[in-house]
């Protein structure tokens, strides 16, 4: 798990902080979706949670962030990998390798995996992303959605216990980030993963996510199931964030007395919230 505690950090040479002052805990199996306008603080967290942050971006680190009970500032980055793996915003700086399978290797042989296991977990990793047919590409030539899902893959085969994620559906259409969901999905509810994703399309961390984290100007103004997040719309839209347009509609059809059932977090739901009140109205 992952607990934070009064935490506030300035970068060096910033002029304010880049975090104010946040405690959050992510438990064990969790699904964390972070969301917030850009500048919010969003990265900065993902490093106060992977050790980056004091230890490569240097500044006033002050409170205290606990991987797995481990201190993160008595613990390098490398370490604190073993638990938490990392998928950066800037996928490229974080692709070493030129052919998919060397990327995973990479990281298997650095973490002094034995030679007999690394075939087994390499194997694992591939197919528990979908993308064993691209085990021999190079980087380069993959997809945009391709080349998340081998940036992925290389830290499933790690292992870590929590995968920190930071907008890797940034660039993808609708239905590559649906995929990539659906890989985390899987590994938080098959592997018992801890998923921390930041994230902007609200939709889909509404459908995946067990609980969403709102920050704002640094500050985690909102944490807490999504159903509840979403309940205080107008503490998202002061942060910048556009709530689903279904969890609008709902509200509006709640204030006329029309609904009073949890805001739909998924098509399927919408519609179900939809015909009831079109019954109602036929009776
Ligand atoms: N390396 C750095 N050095 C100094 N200041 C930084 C650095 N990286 C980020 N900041 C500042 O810290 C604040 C938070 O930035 P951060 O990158 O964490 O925001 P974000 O929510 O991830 O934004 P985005 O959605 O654009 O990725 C911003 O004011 C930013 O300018
Ligand atoms: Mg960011």
């Keep these: 798990m992952i607990r934070i505690t009064g935490l506030s950090f300035q970068y060096g040479g910033g002029e304010k902080n880049a975090l104010s002052d946040i405690d959050l805990e992510i438990n064990n199996g969790d699904f964390l979706g972070i969301i917030g306008s850009s500048g919010a603080g969003k ?19 002050r409170g205290e962030v606990t991987v797995n009970g481990l201190d993160t500032r008595q ?18 700086s974080q692709m070493l390798a030129s052919v998919v399978e060397d990327e995973i290797l990479f990281g298997l ?21 979908g993308i064993s047919e691209l085990r021999s590409r190079t980087v380069a030539s993959l997809s945009g959605g391709q080349k998340q899902k081998a940036a992925i893959a290389a830290i499933v085969a790690l292992r870590p216990s929590i995968m920190v994620l930071d907008e890797p559906t940034g660039e993808l259409d609708p239905q590559s980030s649906r995929m990539v969901f659906e890989i985390l999905k899987k590994l938080n509810e098959e592997h018992g993963v801890t998923i921390v994703l930041v994230e902007q399309k609200i939709m889909l961390l509404c459908e ?73 109205a036929a009776l």
């Design 43 to 61: 990265s900065t967290l993902t490093y106060a949670m992977n050790g980056l942050a004091p230890h490569h971006f240097r500044g006033d680190f």
């Design 75 to 92: 613990n390098q980055p490398e370490e604190l990998a073993r638990h938490v793996g990392s998928v950066f915003q800037d996928i490229d």
């Design 109 to 129: 042989e650095n973490f002094g995996i034995p030679h007999d296991e690394i075939e087994r977990r390499m194997n694992d990793a591939l197919e528990s992303t």
């Design 208 to 280: 995946f996510a067990r609980r969403l984290a709102v920050m704002d100007g640094g500050k985690l103004i909102l944490c807490g199931p999504v159903k509840d997040v979403l309940d205080s719309a107008d503490r998202l839209e002061d942060a910048g964030v556009n709530i689903p347009r279904v969890a609008t509609l709902a509200r509006r059809l709640r204030e006329r007395e029309l609904y009073h059932g949890d805001i739909p977090l998924d098509i399927g739901r919408a519609k179900i919230m939809v015909e009831g009140i079109l019954s109602d």
